[in-house]
């Protein structure tokens, strides 16, 4: 059965008797978190022994950041800036579902988000369209490798199209009601990387933009994903998106959704069982042509043909295998290698870090502490708590000298302050007081929109009472958002954002409170003062009013327009200057490349990883553009003192936009760069761009 193909359906651990007589039936395209490679591997040889047309499943999960080795949340591998270690974590990732006898992960998610409310931020690369693009192709390219049939490598599926992280208010799953223009410079850029990468299935998104669900988007699915960049994948909706498709309120029945969805370009239809259940009678009918159900069919057999499927269908997939190679040692260590780049020192007066390795008593205080779930994050596959270390454990183990005193001071969300006592009583007694704070695992992620961005429960208070003691106060935030912490940036003077960093979260934060490792990771997104600034993000527009001291300008009346922390900021136990900034030339032609140059030098004591930050600004066009925007990044160790120029080009992707007419032009006139540590300040240059190049 052809529509049988299309059919893609969720395991509770195996199939139960009925899905496997569906498989027998030929109404089984694939199965979604069927994991394990003997489960796995018995589930396709019944479709391969016993089904009459022996085609093998499509076995799906959501290896977000790991299957068994989990690391870091994605948000906090786009910390790093650091494409090659993302691409390895990737690989890991799918080499072990695959070793587990998963072929295909619903990952990456290249959403853009700039709004810290939405829970799945923390499974993005935050607000940046070139950093979020450079970190989808990274991904695709670690999990799928260059050949799909390798038994380390599983297809990538690039979500959710489209523009899901642009849901009104940060409510998940929420209306999207963005712009032509801001779809394509904000949201599309990080798909388009993905599929330009290889990545072989896209997956349609819950959300309507502007009155279309993109379930239903013939615009969207057919028209940008095939006609304009060209895809050859297959589709594949969310989960019950066909189905939802009368909940948006578009589609009268069942049928009608299978309809709208299968004829706008969704190939596969996860969970709903519309396709299999109620499409035949629709194509008896001709009201679905043939050629349309061929289609989609075709794409999916050419997605299991591209991952060497029909000629073996457990690609690879062993139980030996799989148990030589989950959680295999330098899998762990990867992964606290990318956790150590993806901690970000937020801030760091008097140099309070990194801490003295003869800190004889060591106050660590917070739910966070020592709380195994939430150092896995969300999506944490089939991660297993009991691997992860702790904070509590890693610094336990690292200052094997000194006295680790410990407190938990309340849990995570409590509203009750009876553990307050013992952990300022234990701060009194310590050289440092270190509060692991923030919030658990499952509070960002799916369905896990927050209206607040504080610290959940009594943790502000508790940071308080601990910083009235006296005892020098260090913050380590885990969580998978922003937080907006205006309280904690006005008095501790040092802040470390250590995200959810995965099964090495404790050595990876250990090594870097005690300077065995200097922190090199840069926000991928912007840190507000309060949640009332939401939506904030660097690459704004100017407006024709920016703030000033005039009072009818664009800003508030309680706050400033800055953040507490900008886009792409991040410390150093060393410190970068930045020199020599040149232009390749004074003038190019639209098509031309420019190149840039910059100098950068370790001017501090210890060695330690600076990312250069490009950005360009379009001076006046004929629409608005952002005050900058990132157009290149490198990451560099440098030694105290050593120099290292770097090389920048500047192309017509970076200078271009989508005119009046939505056409991609790069316009005649001035362009200022900026290059430095952030997305604020740096060094500046200027270039001009000509119809008729001049040189
Ligand atoms: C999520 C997807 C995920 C799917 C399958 C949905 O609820 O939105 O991101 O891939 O479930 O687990």
Known sequence: MKLGQLNLLSVDNRPNEEQLALVRQGKVGGFLNLTGAAATREAQRVAVTESRLKVPLLLGHDVIHGYRTIFPIPLAEAASWDPEAVEDAARVA?????????????????????????????????????????????RVRGFQGTDLRSPDAVMATAKHFAAYGGAEGGRDYNTVDVSERTLREIYLPPYRAAIAAGAGSVMSAFNEIGGVPSSSSPWLLTQVLRREWGFRGFVVSDWTSVEELRAHGVAASRADAGKLALEAGVDMDMVSRIYVDDLPAVVR?????????????????????????????????????????????????????????????????????PLSPDARTVAVIGPLADDRAAALGSWPGRGDPQDAVTPLEGIKARAAGGRILYAKGCGITDTAAAGFAEAVALARQAEVALLVLGEAGDMSGEAASRSTLGLPGVQQQLLEAVYATGTPVVLVLMNGRPLALQWAADHVPAILEAWFLGVETG????????????????????????????????????????????????????????????????????????????????????????????????????????????????????????????????????RPGESRTLQFRLTPKELGLYDQRMRFVVEPGTFRVFVGGSSVGGLEGEFEVRAQAAR
């Open 285 to 353: 009918a001709g009201r679905i042509p043939l050629p349309v159900v061929n289609t989609a069919v075709r794409r999916v057999l050419r997605g299991k043909a591209a991952l060497g499927l029909f000629a073996d269908p457990y690609h690879g997939s062993s139980v030996e295998r799989e148990r030589s190679v989950l959680l295999a040692p330098e899998h762990r260590q990867l992964a606290r290698r990318v956790a150590q780049e993806a901690i970000v020192l937020l801030k760091n007066d008097g140099q309070r870090l």
């Open 94 to 138: 799918g080499r072990e579902a695959a070793a587990a006898g998963v072929n295909w992960t619903f990952a990456p998610m290249v959403d853009i988000a700039r709004d810290p409310r939405w829970g799945r931020i923390a499974e993005g690369s935050g607000e940046d369209p070139y950093l979020g693009s450079v970190m989808a192709a990274a």
């Open 507 to 638: 050595p990876a934060l250990a090594s870097v409170l005690f300077g065995d490792v200097n922190p090199s990771g840069k926000l991928p997104v912007t840190f507000p003062r309060a949640v009332g600034q939401v939506p904030i993000y660097y690459n704004h527009t100017n407006t024709g009013r920016p703030p000033s001291a005039d009072k009818y300008t664009s800003k508030y009346v309680d706050l400033p327009v800055s953040p507490v922390f900008p886009f792409g900021h991040g410390l150093s136990y060393t410190t970068f200057t930045f020199s020599d900034l040149r232009l390749g030339a004074p003038r190019v032609a639209p098509a031309d490349t420019l190149r840039v140059s910059v100098t950068v030098t370790n001017t501090g004591a210890r060695e330690g990883a600076e990312v250069v930050q490009l950005y360009v600004k379009d001076e006046v066009a004929s629409v608005t553009r952002p005050v900058r925007a990132l157009a290149g990044f490198r990451r560099v160790s440098l």
